[in-house]
């Protein structure tokens, strides 16, 4: 095995841990938070487990959901553990802390701590966090671990049919089933239980289909006003940006969700491999991967939209920029 810096530097700590994630949490923040989470608990340490936004409904079968707090927390935490973001801002609200330390795969962001553990070439941050563990004493993950961890590993990598899927993740999927990890039941508690409103949202998301690019490029719309129709919540948007990615001949799926205020619209940009939407996220503010990415941009509607076919056609037809 090797040497993990961040093992030795929590093994010291005996004060007050807080460990979180970023806003619109998905399962690899949320897995990566309980898991670690769980494992520090059980070495008896001071530890708090926070994020912004409330739990999307399709992850309250985790373990533990129930001890997660809501930030901000009025404290100042001796050290802060941020997990499946690129920089403490992506939590959505100021943190306390003395110390931050990152684990991450996203590309770029910032560096928090000498005892960052970011690889950019992890098909999940769960995928690090199980690295970790294992290290630190695998003994120690049972069962509602695993399956935290499970859960974040299989988002992440789209039941392992994303392109950041490789030997190495079926290896952890192994290991974490040996561990009490149930591929079933956990397949069947985040990808079976749509709420009606969910996919009456859907349909209307889905009417707002627009194609450009020579069917390269395709855009939905989630305007705030369809929440309220369908009596929905944000959170019920999470995949809909696949089922744009899922057309034949497209190469750049885009979503837009409109915001509380109206002007702000949360992005969430899909490829296939041959663009690297990060790097239109990163036009914008914002960021991700290669495949998977996503920003937030203030403005009218209109003025957004084409911005982004505009950018996504520049990379469209750009060689230089195209992905090899």
Known sequence: MFTVPIIERLKREEREILIFTHENPDGDGIGSMIGLYLFLKKLGKNVTAA???????????????????????????????????????????????????????????????????VEVTSPSTTFIVTQILREWDENL???????CLYTGLITDTGSF????????????????????????YISKMVFERNKLSTINLLQKTLSTLEIYGEGKIAILTVFRDFLKECSALEEETEGFVNFARSIDGVEIAILMIQKEDLKTWRVSLRGKGNVNVQQIASHFGGGGH????????????YEIKNQLIQKSKEYLHNEALIVV
Do not use: Q, W
Not at 162 to 170: L, Q, V
Not at 293 to 300: F, P, S, V
């Open 51 to 117: 994020m912004k936004d409330d739990l999307p409904y399709i992850y309250n079968f985790l373990p533990a959901v129930d001890e997660i707090k809501k930030l901000p927390i009025d404290k100042v935490f001796d050290v802060a553990i941020l997990v499946d973001a690129a920089h403490k801002g992506r939590a959505g609200v100021e943190i306390k802390a003395k110390e931050i330390i990152r684990i991450d795969h996203h590309r770029g962001g910032e560096f928090e701590s000498m005892y960052d553990y």
């Open 141 to 147: 993950i049972d069962k509602d671990i695993a399956t």
């Open 161 to 184: 049919r994303y392109n950041n899927t490789d030997e190495r993740a079926f290896e952890v999927a192994k290991f974490l089933v040996s561990k009490g990890a149930d591929p079933f």
């Open 290 to 301: 290669k495949d998977a990415a996503g920003c937030r941009i203030i403005g009218d509607y």
